[in-house]
């Protein structure tokens, strides 16, 4: 099966997610729905990354002209994402950075080189060096910092504007929905309500859609990451000075199927926007997995360190054979009263409402009363709806949420085979089950068509579930 594979080991910002895809085969056209629809655009640079050819991109503003830039021999702005930090680090470099309005650095680095930034309007970069080199150029105005700060409900109106492919649309909300509600969570406020301030002005946007149109492009079948590592220290935020990693990462991955990394240096190297993407998208796996690779590309991050490369690698190439991922939230509540006519519809009933599995279980609550467990798997954009079905039907005062995680499902065929029985022919449909390379592991005949054709013919069911499933399994 067609993989991407991500090496999370320096951590991941939307701008190296959009980079490394482009590196490793992405088509930069695909974009182009995103230019259309907001006022930025995308430039694409070679960069080097301590002897590693790597991509960098920015979203900047479009404003009707060229855009001088230049290439320098590494790219500014990539994990640094639209609040102030001040990092003094063991290995004798100190940065001062303030991003809320364009953004200022000054660098001092024991390795013998300076930097001075000044990018209030655009980027003007000067560099004296060691090794007897300066570089000026003049690059247009970066997004971040700049547009409207905007609500989830204001967000998502914006993705449905641009005529999406449905699949890449869905996959942006979510990973939107991810967004807001770790900012709702750290801040204690519902997610209609809470602005979300970087995550929601169109650089944000440029990033989390184009991820998006990036892996549809690819056609990729699983996406994997090994733990990201999160980077290390502490950033100056809006509320005061937090540790790494911030508060919205925490919360964002314990919703995810990957692991955190602390280190491997004192910078924010995870940001809250990379984070998301890759919760929505990726597995969380401990080492790359086994791969016949036909593709690597390398995304430049914004930070430049001097004793390794500050980069995020992806890698494309055929993997092993595996089951359709699929996003879920499981849903349950437990009940003390509820009728039994009520608990018998309640599959159907959820199951209209959205619900992909219905499980009641019996259990002991208070005072040794007999009750029932009742857990229902949904899709997380389902989870009101059918929450709120749960809750009408039952009378449950409460419906808990287990957040969202993923289920492996088997692609599914139904074929029908045909029973010859003292010279009548009787159809039962057959549930062939397989894994994305096509290869079927199971087949599983209908009870109810075998009842029926037992009733009709006199033969036990179990005999009529053999002789069905025999009928269309493959002689060998």
């Known amino acids: 099966m067609r993989t991407l594979a991500f090496d999370g080991r320096m951590g991941a910002s939307g701008d190296m997610l959009l980079a490394a895809l482009l590196a490793a085969g992405a088509d930069r056209n695909a974009l182009a729905p995103i230019e259309d629809a907001l006022d930025v655009r995308y430039e694409v640079d070679r960069v080097d990354e301590h002897g590693i050819a790597a991509t960098a991109v920015r979203v900047v503003l479009d404003d009707g002209s060229d855009g001088a830039h230049g290439h320098t021999d590494h790219h500014h702005g990539g994990h640094a994402s639209g609040h102030s930090h001040t990092h003094d680090d063991s290995d004798g470099h100190s940065h001062t950075h303030d991003d809320s309005d364009g953004h200022s650095h000054t660098h001092d680095d024991s390795d013998g080189h300076s930097h001075t930034h000044d990018d209030s309007d655009g980027h003007s970069h000067t560099h004296d060096g060691s090794d007897g080199h300066s570089h000026t150029h003049d690059a247009a105005t970066p997004a971040e910092g700049h547009g409207p700060h ?5 967000v998502v109106d914006i993705v449905g504007s641009m005529d999406l492919p449905a699949s890449v649309e869905s996959d942006a909300i979510e990973t939107f929905q991810r967004l807001g509600e770790a900012e709702s969570s750290v801040h204690d406020t519902d997610l209609e ?10 650089d944000a946007i440029a990033d989390v859609v184009g991820v998006a149109l990036l892996v549809e492009d690819l056609g990729v079948g699983r996406i994997a990451t090994t733990p990201l590592a999160t980077g290390g220290g502490t950033a100056s935020m809006a509320h005061g000075e937090y540790p790494i990693p911030a508060p919205a990462v925490v919360e ?84 003390d009263d509820a009728p039994p006519e009520v608990l ?48 009408v039907e039952t009378g449950t005062l409460g419906v808990r949420e287990h957040g ?62 053999r002789r069905a499933e025999a009928a269309v399994r493959p002689e060998t």
Do not use: C
């Not at 309500?193 to 169109?202: I, K, L, M, R």
């Open 150 to 154: 905007r609500t989830y409900a204001e």
């Open 193 to 202: 309500s809470t602005p979300f301030h970087e995550v929601g002005a169109d």
């Open 252 to 335: 964002i991955a314990a919703g995810a199927d990957w692991s955190l990394r602390g280190g491997p240096v004192d910078a924010e190297l995870l940001t809250p926007t990379g984070a998301a993407i890759l919760a929505q998208f990726a597995d969380g796996v401990e080492s790359l997995p086994a791969l016949n690779v036909d593709a690597v590309g390398y995304g430049a991050g914004g930070y430049t360190f001097p004793d390794r490369p500050n980069v995020l690698r992806a890698l494309v190439g055929d993997g092993g054979r595996t089951l359709n991922r699929e996003s879920i939230t499981v849903l349950e509540t437990n009940l």
């Open 344 to 391: 018998g519809d309640l599959q159907r009933s959820l199951t209209d409402a959205g619900a992909r599995d219905v499980t009641i279980l019996p259990t002991t609550m208070k005072k040794s009363r007999p009750g029932h467990l009742v857990k229902v798997i949904v899709k997380p954009g389902d989870t009101d709806r059918v929450a709120r079905r749960l809750a």
């Open 404 to 465: 969202a995680g993923h289920r492996w499902i088997a692609d599914r065929e139904f074929r029908t085979a045909e029973l010859s029985v003292d010279g009548e022919t009787h159809e039962v449909t057959v549930k062939v089950a397989s894994d994305q390379e096509g290869e079927v592991y199971d087949y599983s005949a209908e009870y109810d068509d075998a009842a029926a054709v037992a009733a009709a013919t006199g033969l036990p069911v179990r005999e009529v579930l």
